[in-house]
């Protein structure tokens, strides 16, 4: 017999996974170059190579032991230490290793943070639509995700207004994901500022501190003139936690981080008790070999221009057919409107030409879908035809 808390979990099922498991059965029905999978965040792009030789030469020269075996909990001291360098270069803060915690991918450190902040009924806020796992992480610590509906006249930024109403004494934190997944908006430091200030003033309200969970697997990925600013410089209770399967190409190897700020309220005991829950939710530690190698290839630039110019092309190509499509600041998501109002029937109707696409509803954001154009460029101009065909079904 399964859990009960587990039944709901097998009653609504990723809709991503879902259409990436239909994706790979059509691929081999049809063949993968007549599939047009837009489905998962899956990057085309290979890891640069600087990975793959830091990888072999760790493994051909380091000491085995080392190098497969335990460290602290919050990983190796010389990799923190190099993620806090790369951090205070680039955004002038003054990290030592002490603040930066090695995890199982951002998903890890989510659930790290939760769980070290959470008590049963705790609240955490984010913003519709959203990465529908957040629910997930929240619930795994009893917790309870309260969603700010969406704001799509003024194109998906955060609603504050909705926010501070819903803020009560159960609030712990306020989920952000810049640049956004499922939209592609960036947020500005306009918006974010504002948000820092709601939170100081609740925050003050209701007698205790309101953390802000900076999630940032695509804090790299980012286009034209859209800056992503560091929430921590603009807000001191921010706690970060951050992916390289997006911006390196590793999203299988699962190594990322969290960073605990010394401005934030108790971080001394924050990052003590965290690095404890990163041990007991089960990772023990992140995977020593995938440390190593970070730690060398920590300035490594990911191939921003590729997920552009995927990016613009589908952008363009799908608004000149019709559809109505925001334009992607960030990340590599298209949020296009459903031209029915159930965008799952217009999903259903899309695969007929072998075009896979998320319903907004499993992000929060009925009546549009997502499509993911970490592709291939071919891939992306073979589609376009296929969308033509289906574009005619509409307008």
């Known amino acids: 017999m399964i859990a009960d808390k ?3 979990f097998l009653e609504r099922n990723s809709a991503i996974r879902q259409m990436f498991e239909e994706g790979l059965r059509l691929a081999q029905e049809y063949g993968a170059e007549n599939v047009f999978d837009f489905s998962i965040g899956n990057p085309n792009v290979p890891a640069p190579d ?3 030789e830091a990888m072999i030469d760790i493994l051909n020269n380091e000491n085995p032991v080392k190098v497969h075996g335990y460290m602290s909990n919050a990983g190796f001291p010389s990799t923190r230490k190099a993620i806090a360098d790369n951090l205070n270069r680039r955004f002038g803060t003054s990290y030592t290793e002490k603040n930066i915690i090695m995890t199982v991918g951002a998903a890890s450190a989510m659930n790290i943070l939760l769980k070290t902040m959470l008590n049963p009924g705790d609240e955490v806020i984010c913003f519709a639509p959203y990465f529908f796992e957040y629910g997930s992480y929240v619930g795994n610590y009893d917790g309870v995700l309260t969603v700010i509906s969406a704001n799509p006249e003024e194109g998906f930024i955060p609603k504050l207004s909705e926010l501070e109403e819903k803020i009560n004494k159960k609030t712990k934190a306020v ?8 939209t592609g908006v960036v947020y500005s430091e306009e918006v974010l500022e504002k948000l820092a200030k709601v939170l100081e003033r609740k925050g003050k309200e209701i007698g205790h501190p309101i953390y802000i969970i900076s999630d940032e697997p695509y804090r790299e990925l980012v286009y034209g003139d859209a800056v992503v600013p560091f929430i921590p410089k603009l807000y001191k209770n921010t706690l970060v936690g951050y992916s390289y399967s997006k911006s390196l190409s590793l999203p299988g190897e699962r190594i990322g981080y969290v960073v605990i700020p010394d401005e934030s309220d108790n971080a001394d005991e924050f990052i003590a008790a965290a690095t404890i829950a990163n041990r007991i939710s089960g990772s023990v530690n992140a995977p020593s070999l995938m440390q190593l190698a970070i730690e060398r290839c920590v300035d490594e630039k990911c191939n921003v221009e590729y997920y552009e110019r995927n990016g613009k092309r589908l ?3 799908l608004s000149d057919m019709g559809f109505s499509c925001l334009e992607p600041q960030g990340a590599f998501y298209l949020w296009m409107k459903s031209p029915v109002d159930d965008e799952r029937e217009f999903v259903n109707a899309a695969k007929k030409y072998n075009i896979l696409m998320v319903p907004g509803s499993s992000f929060a954001g009925p009546g549009h879908v997502r499509l993911s154009y970490c592709v291939s460029y071919e891939q992306i ?7 033509a065909e289906l574009a005619k079904e509409y307008f």
């Open 6 to 8: 587990m039944r709901p």
């Open 50 to 52: 600087s990975v793959k």
């Open 315 to 317: 952008y363009e190509a």
């Open 381 to 387: 101009e073979r589609s376009i035809p296929k969308f």
């Open 175 to 182: 989920i952000i994901n810049n640049p956004n997944n499922p």
